[in-house]
C-alpha cells in the first residue's frame, strides 16, 4: 500500500513537472522571465522528488535497507544541493514578481535575458557551494561505530550521531549554515511582498489588482510548502521522531508534486499553453 502510494506522487510528480516544462518550451508567449524561473522551478522539483522517493520505493518493495557509502554520500549532498538551490530560486522569484509589480515600465530593462541568466546561474552555483560545505564536514568525520543510519534517508543529523568523535562543530555549522541561509531568503521575500503589497493597493485597475494578486498568491503558496517544512525540521533540533518522519516526507514527497498544480490551476497562461498543447497533438494525430 505505501509503495503505491508514494509511487503514485511520484510518477504525478514527474508528469506535472513535465508538463509544464513542455507546455512552456512549446509556447512562445511564456518565453518571459517569470516562466524561465518556473521552469528552473520544474526541473528541481523533479531532482528534489529523486532525492530519496526512489530509493525509499525500493526499500518497501525488496525489503532491503541497505545503501552504499556513495549513495548515501549522494543522498545528502543533492538533498542540500537542490533543496537550497530551490531556496534561492525561490527568492529570485520574488525579485522578478516585484519588479514586474512596482516596477512595470522598466521591468524588461531590469530583468533582461542576461540579469536571468545570470540569476538562474547564481542559484545553481551558490547552491552548489553549500552543499559540498556540509557533505564535506560531514564525511570527514570518523565513522567507526553502529552503521544503522536511524532514519529514511541519508541526512546530515541522522549520519552524524554515528561519529565516533565530537560532533559539536558540525552540528553547529549545518544548524548555523542551515538555519540562516533559509531565514535570510524568508526575510528577503516577506520584504519584497511588503513592497508588492503596497504596491497593488495603489493600483486603480481592479483587473490589474486581480492578475497580479494571482500570480502572487501561487508562488506563496509554493514558498509556504517549502519554508513550513524546512523551518519545523532544521529549527527545532529536538522535535519529536514521530513529528520529523511524515514533515520530512511530505516536503521530499508531496510538495514537489503540489508546485505545478498550484501553478497550474491559478495561471491562464499555464492552462492555455496546456490546452494548445493538447490540442496541436490531437490535430496532427487526426491530419496523420
Request: hydrophobic residues 50%.
Amino acid at each position: 500500500m505505501l509503495f503505491v502510494v508514494f509511487l503514485t506522487f511520484y510518477l504525478c510528480t514527474l508528469l506535472g513537472n513535465l508538463l509544464i516544462l513542455v507546455a512552456v518550451v512549446s509556447d512562445a508567449h511564456l518565453h518571459t522571465p517569470m516562466y524561465f524561473f518556473l521552469c528552473n522551478l520544474s526541473v528541481l522539483d523533479i531532482g528534489f522528488s529523486s532525492v530519496s522517493t526512489p530509493k525509499m520505493l525500493a526499500n518497501v518493495l525488496v525489503r532491503s535497507q541497505v545503501i552504499s557509502l556513495g549513495g548515501c554520500m549522494s543522498q545528502v549532498f543533492f538533498y542540500h544541493f537542490l533543496g537550497s538551490t530551490e531556496c534561492f530560486l525561490y527568492t529570485v522569484m520574488a525579485y522578478d514578481r516585484f519588479a514586474a509589480i512596482c516596477n512595470p515600465l522598466r521591468y524588461t530593462i531590469i530583468m533582461n535575458c542576461r540579469v536571468c541568466a545570470l540569476l538562474a546561474a547564481g542559484t545553481w552555483v551558490t547552491g552548489s557551494f553549500h552543499a559540498t560545505i556540509l557533505t564535506t564536514l560531514t564525511f570527514q568525520l570518523p565513522y567507526c561505530g553502529s552503521s544503522e543510519v536511524d532514519y529514511f534517508f541519508c541526512d546530515i543529523f541522522p549520519v552524524v550521531k554515528l561519529a565516533c568523535s565530537n560532533t559539536l562543530i558540525i552540528e553547529t555549522v549545518s544548524f548555523t549554515n542551515i538555519g540562516l541561509m533559509p531565514m535570510t531568503c524568508f526575510l528577503l521575500i516577506f520584504a519584497s511582498y511588503i513592497r508588492i503589497v503596497i504596491a497593488i493597493l495603489k493600483m486603480r485597475s481592479a483587473e490589474g489588482r486581480r492578475k497580479a494578486a494571482s500570480t502572487c498568491v501561487s508562488h506563496l503558496s509554493v514558498v509556504t510548502l517549502f519554508f513550513g517544512p524546512c523551518a519545523l525540521i532544521y529549527t527545532q533540533p529536538s522535535l519529536s521522531e514521530v513529528l520529523v518522519t511524515p514533515v520530512q516526507i511530505f516536503g521530499n514527497v508531496v510538495t514537489p508534486m503540489l508546485n505545478p498544480t498550484i501553478y497550474t490551476l491559478r495561471n491562464k497562461d499555464v492552462k492555455g499553453a496546456l490546452k494548445k498543447l493538447v490540442g496541436g497533438q490531437v490535430v496532427s494525430e487526426g491530419g496523420h
